[in-house]
Each structure stands twice: as C-alpha cells, then as structure tokens.
C-alpha cells in the first residue's frame, strides 16, 4: 500500500492570503481593500461578485484612480467586440448555407 507523502505542519497554517498575488493586469491598480476583494473575486472565478461590486465601488469610492481600475475591471468582463462580430458572421453564415442548402434541396 502506498501512503501519501507526509505534508508539512506549517503548510496547513499558512494564510492564503498572504501568498496572493495581483494579476499582471492589476500591478498598476492603486493599493485598495475593497479593489483587492474583487481582484480575489475574480481570481476564484465568481464573475457575479465582480460584475455587481465594481460598479458599486466605483460609484461610492471619492478616489478617481479607484473608481477608473473598478470600471476597468467590470469592463475586462465584457465580451471583446472583435469576438461578438465573429459570432454574428458565424451565425449569418449559418444561415446562408441553409437558406442555400433548403432552396435546393431535391
């Protein structure tokens, strides 16, 4: 049988905040409580957090270098233009090619 390795006692204790670190896109962010809250959000993944507290930050915050990296992050959710024309030439070829295929069909 083979048993697992044996972990360190002082991994278990470790903050997992303190090893955090700031995406690169982020660096340039100022230093905020409630910025690092969602840039944590964001980094586990819950985009809902994101999308709903970014604005709300950027509204009560009196700091306009907070309340431009709020926005830029909310706004790093949103679809790229570039991706959303690609799906609409996707989907009008699509239907091109079954209009075509429907009219001449036998």
């Known amino acids: 049988m083979v048993m697992p390795p044996e972990t360190d ?22 230093e905020s409580d409630e910025l690092d809250a969602l840039l944590r959000a964001l980094d586990r993944g819950d985009f809902l957090t994101v999308r709903e507290q970014a604005p709300a930050l950027a509204a009560r915050t009196s700091d306009e270098a907070i309340r431009a990296a709020a926005l830029d992050l ?33």
Do not use: C, K, M, N
């Open 74 to 106: 909310r706004r790093r959710l949103d679809p790229s233009p570039t991706a959303l024309a690609l799906i609409a030439l996707g989907v009008a070829l699509l239907a091109f090619l079954l209009q075509h295929h429907l009219r001449h069909a036998p």
């Open 9 to 30: 006692a002082t991994a278990d204790d470790e903050d997992p905040s303190e090893s955090w670190v700031r995406p690169g896109f982020a660096r340039a962010y100022p």
